[in-house]
């Protein structure tokens, strides 16, 4: 993806260690992919981990709620993209094979022309 082009791009530090944080930025990446935007969902640091098997599957928002794979799941379906800190997935001692999801891993000079050619920009 061009960086020029990114309309909204959401920076994911929280992880599995705060449910409550997780339904919303993914809802919002979405909302907004489905409104024809260009989202881009950063994961570093604790956000990495949700992108290991089995860990967003277990993660609830909401107790008896819908797991917060259904949430990032809708925004990848809807058209967002997924970019992984690769030193945060070391630092979580997640190897690519663990990930759910085939998606870029980049080190932070990389992510940096991204995250600030976004129009909007936002972190949980």
Request: charged share 20%.
């Amino acid at each position: 993806m061009d960086e020029s082009q990114i309309d909204f791009a959401i920076v994911m530090t929280s992880g599995p260690d705060t449910p409550k944080r997780l339904a919303s930025p993914f809802f919002l990446a979405a909302t907004s992919a489905a409104e024809e935007m260009n989202v881009v969902v950063y994961f570093t640091g604790q956000g990495t981990v949700l992108l290991k098997n089995g860990e967003a599957e277990n993660a609830y928002p909401k107790e008896g709620g819908k797991p917060v794979k259904h949430f990032m799941d809708q925004a990848v379906a809807n058209g967002a993209q997924f970019v992984a800190c690769k030193a945060s997935l070391d630092l979580n001692e997640i190897s690519p094979d663990d990930l759910a999801y085939d998606i870029p891993m980049v080190g932070v000079a990389e992510a940096l022309p991204y995250l600030e050619a976004s129009n909007k920009l936002i972190s949980f």
